[in-house]
């Protein structure tokens, strides 16, 4: 069971035992945690602690008999585990705002409904589905975060980052600052050397205005996102992504373009980690994905064509780009370019490590247009097959990733031509309306 599966479990046990005197250590058996692991994770998936909601739940009961004329104020204090009757009235006031005989008296309304976690919290999916993948399901949007970030990069990065987290976590009593914190790791596939080093990085949550101080710490922001979650151990972590893949091949979804999570245990992953036994450490594998859209991408043919360009390069790529733009949209609106007919592609030099920035932008041009400048040139851009996937600025970067998650997982052969953008523009004027990805293929 993921986390929280666990702890409905829980929940549900202790509806099931609201009358008697509750043992949190079997409720926290019950969800197959320590005590002080159930504390903080009910905490963080629940919203209150353990006590206040079986406090809430009963003080939710007794509102319902007391609306019913069913028992006198000591009778309900009795019946829901309060020690005297002055006991349970300041804690029915605290709860509804009235002492219970003016809340009886004004025939007044109080609810806490019972949690339903998995109802709050994940998406419902295909039974068929469900039931052969039942370890896997989807959590809804979960919440942006932030959280103190801790990167390592050798043989051994997962143990030296948690070592190096661990600390600064200790030195700076993070615990009594967050006390529902969680943990989180991931690779870090660009640092992955031939000599078989590579980048690992943790993280703890944090309050969004915490100060985060110390050497090799650093805050970043998750902005959270769709996710399907599966429970397994750092000893099963290959074998649970190759089950993820499968599950996404029969799904509704495909691969997000948000981070990947491994939200790890914190009594066996964080504060008792022990990489000798990888197969004790518990943790939740979290896949990103969106729901899949079956117009969401296109094969597109793009024929040699006539073009007019321009192409600068610098140390500074924000100013080398804007030089670009300005230069081409005054060109084309100079020269009476209808921007309805004439196709915008811009392409720079991407992810890749350069020793100058470059960004080249080129308009298609009309049958038996001629022109003379000395700074934009014609040429016959080659064009080529490319998948393309329509989206807007902000999540430009995002989209990019996205279709190269899709290429991957899709097992699609990439072409050897150059990748571009078609930006869309009204009057060669911005705020752009689209931008289509041209990814190229074989």
């Not at 020690?83 to 605290?94: E, L, M, P, Q």
């Not at 948690?162 to 967050?178: P, S, T």
Request: negative net charge; aromatic residues 14%.
């Amino acid at each position: 069971m993921n986390y929280y599966e666990c702890i409905q479990t829980s929940v549900d046990y202790i509806e099931n035992h609201i009358y008697e005197e509750i043992d949190l250590n079997q409720a926290a058996d019950s969800a197959y945690m320590s005590l002080s692991n159930y504390y903080r994770l009910f905490f963080a998936i629940v919203g209150c602690s353990v006590k206040e909601y079986i406090r809430l739940r009963r003080i939710h009961l007794a509102a319902q008999d007391l609306n019913c004329d069913k028992d006198t104020i000591l009778t309900l204090a009795v019946k829901y585990g309060f020690n005297s009757a002055d006991s349970f009235s300041r804690a029915f006031k605290k709860a509804t705002g009235f002492l219970p005989s003016t809340f009886k008296k004004q025939n007044r309304r109080y609810l806490f409904e019972k949690v339903e976690i998995m109802d709050k919290y994940f998406e419902t999916d295909d039974l068929a589905l469900l039931q052969q993948y039942p370890d896997i399901k989807v959590l809804r949007e979960n919440e942006p975060f932030f959280a103190a970030a801790f990167r390592a990069e050798s043989k051994s990065p997962e143990h030296d980052a948690f070592i190096g987290l661990k600390k600064w976590f200790d030195q700076n009593h993070v615990a009594e600052i967050m006390p529902n914190y969680r943990v989180y790791g991931y690779d870090i596939p660009t640092t992955v050397k031939e000599d078989g080093t590579y980048g690992y990085e943790v993280v703890v949550t944090i309050p969004d205005d915490y100060d985060v101080v110390g050497e090799g710490i650093t805050k970043k922001h998750f902005e959270g996102g769709l996710y399907a979650v599966t429970p397994t151990t750092v000893g099963g972590i290959v074998g649970a992504w190759k089950r993820f893949m499968s599950w996404l091949d029969l799904s509704r979804y495909e691969m997000g373009s948000h981070q990947c999570l491994e939200e790890h245990d914190v009594d066996s992953g964080f504060i008792n980690r022990d990489m000798n036994h990888p197969e004790n450490i518990k943790i939740n594998l979290y896949m990103p994905v969106t729901k899949r859209r079956e117009t969401q991408y296109h094969e597109r043919q793009v024929t040699p064509t006539r073009v007019a360009y321009y192409r600068a390069s610098g140390k500074d790529s924000e100013q080398i780009a804007h030089k670009v733009w300005s230069t081409m949209l005054s060109w084309a609106q100079k020269n009476n370019l209808d921007s309805d007919q004439c196709k915008i592609y811009m392409f720079n030099h991407g992810f890749q490590r350069v020793e100058e920035f470059w960004h080249e932008i080129m308009i298609t041009l009309p049958k038996n247009f001629a022109f003379e400048d000395k700074l934009v040139q014609e040429k016959i851009f080659d064009g080529g097959k490319y998948l393309t996937y329509s989206t807007k600025l902000n999540s430009l970067v995002a989209n990019w990733q996205k279709i190269s998650q899709y290429i991957s997982a899709n097992k699609i052969a990439s072409g050897n031509h150059h990748w571009v953008e078609e930006w869309i523009l009204e009057n060669w004027q911005f705020p752009e309306k689209e931008i289509v990805i041209h990814y190229p293929l074989k």
